[in-house]
């Protein structure tokens, strides 16, 4: 079994900064992408960042010059660096990667969120 543990959610000011963090853990072989969800109450989860295995990045459009993904391979860690944070940043963000535990198809595991809040 794969488990993700994210760490470092809060509440901040506008203008403020955190950290998130996660880590995977279980019976990995290989470990494709990790990227970040976000969802607000009452909307869909959205793709906030994403990393590949090579160090490629995704950023949504609003959080682009303020948000700044990283990974570690050798530890499965991801870890987004926000600042700037804007109230609409206030979210659960989910830490998601797509992992193979064998030679078969990878699956994508998440989890459990971590609570971002931005206050004004």
């Known amino acids: 079994q794969v488990q993700l543990v994210e760490s470092g959610g809060g509440q901040v000011q506008v203008g403020g900064s955190l950290n998130l963090s996660c880590a995977a853990s279980?019976?990995?072989?290989?470990?494709?992408?990790m990227g970040w969800y976000r969802q607000a109450p009452g909307k869909q989860r959205e793709l906030v960042a994403q990393?590949?295995?090579?160090?490629?990045?995704y950023y949504r459009d609003s959080v682009k010059d303020r948000f700044t993904i990283s990974r570690a391979n050798a530890k499965n860690a991801v870890n987004v660096q926000m600042n700037g944070l804007k109230p609409e940043d206030t979210a659960v963000y989910y830490c998601?990667?797509?992992?193979?535990?064998?030679?078969?198809?990878?699956?994508?595991?998440w989890g459990r969120g971590t609570q971002v809040t931005v206050s004004s």
């Open positions: 998601n990667a797509l992992i193979a535990t064998t030679p078969s198809t990878p699956i994508e595991y």
């Open positions: 990393i590949s295995t090579s160090g490629s990045t």
């Open positions: 279980g019976s990995i072989l290989i470990t494709y992408h």
